[in-house]
Nanobody, 124 residues
Framework: QVQLVESGGGSVQAGGSLRLSCAMSLYGYSPYYMTWFRQGPGKEREGVATLSRYSRASYADSVKGRFTISKDNGKNTLYLEMSNVKPEDTAMYYC??????????????????WGQGTQVTVSS
């Protein structure tokens, strides 16, 4: 059973930094996209950053230059380094995995597995 477990969320002041982790138990499942999504209060779930099987990173415009996605293959862990955070970054953050390569990475419907989420709250 594939499992994705997020950690690292918390409360941070605007301008600060936070690192989210997603521990992945894949059991032979080989995702094409490994992605961080977020869902703020009253908002739809949106793609934040993705890392493809070939280590190509893509970001939502709203986080470009502030967030960095990476993966430690030895630890099977996906990371999201968040810097210069803003109150509008407040959301539940989820990691997700998809084997489909012909999808728009930022759309939640293309994903097979999801973690339970970790809350990030940014105060001004």
């Amino acid at each position: 059973q594939v499992q994705l477990v997020e950690s690292g969320g918390g409360s941070v002041q605007a301008g600060g930094s936070l690192r989210l982790s997603c521990a992945m138990s894949l059991y032979g499942y080989s995702p094409y996209y490994m992605t961080w999504f977020r869902q703020g209060p009253g908002k739809e779930r949106e793609g934040v950053a993705t890392l493809s099987r070939y280590s190509r990173a893509s970001y939502a415009d709203s986080v470009k230059g502030r967030f960095t996605i990476s993966k430690d293959n030895g630890k099977n862990t996906l990371y999201l380094e968040m810097s210069n955070v803003k109150p509008e970054d407040t959301a539940m953050y989820y990691c997700a995995a998809s084997t489909a390569y012909a999808v728009l990475w930022y759309r939640p419907s293309g994903y097979d597995y999801w973690g339970q989420g970790t809350q990030v709250t940014v105060s001004s």
